[in-house]
């Protein structure tokens, strides 16, 4: 794939997750009955919704700055597949199946953007290996 491509799937991806995140984040932080409601019933405590809103903003800046902080970015993109996966496995285990949906696209926006990202930015370029 070429590299202009690459760029593009991976920009539509980091923008599409960071709406997504940043989003989920501000509803954490302000008690957006949407976002409030579901997690609290999903079995998490109050200040655990909280300390998500806080992560989820960090991760979104550092997800939309072109070219630096790329070790971060890492980590930014493993926080995002926790994230997805302990919601879809809640999910899955309080509302049903069927109300997972959103976590499987999700996971598999954040599995291209980061397969991209990989692309892009060669372990040597992130982890300053030789």
Do not use: C
């Amino acid at each position: 794939m070429k590299t202009k491509t690459t760029k593009i799937i991976y920009w539509a991806g980091a923008i599409f997750m960071s709406l997504w995140f940043g989003a989920s984040g501000f509803f954490e932080l302000t008690k957006k009955p949407v976002v409030w409601d579901i997690t609290q019933q999903l079995g998490y405590p109050p200040h655990f919704i909280y300390i998500l809103g806080v992560f989820k903003i960090s991760g979104v800046l550092v997800l939309l700055l072109p070219n630096r902080l790329l070790r971060l970015k890492e980590w930014v993109f493993a926080g995002m597949f926790f994230d997805i996966l302990f919601a879809f496995f809640s999910k899955i285990a309080v509302l049903g199946f069927s109300a997972t949906t959103d976590a499987i696209i999700a996971f598999s926006v954040l599995t291209v953007t980061y397969l991209m990202f990989r692309k892009l930015y060669s372990p040597e370029m992130v982890f300053g290996e030789a």
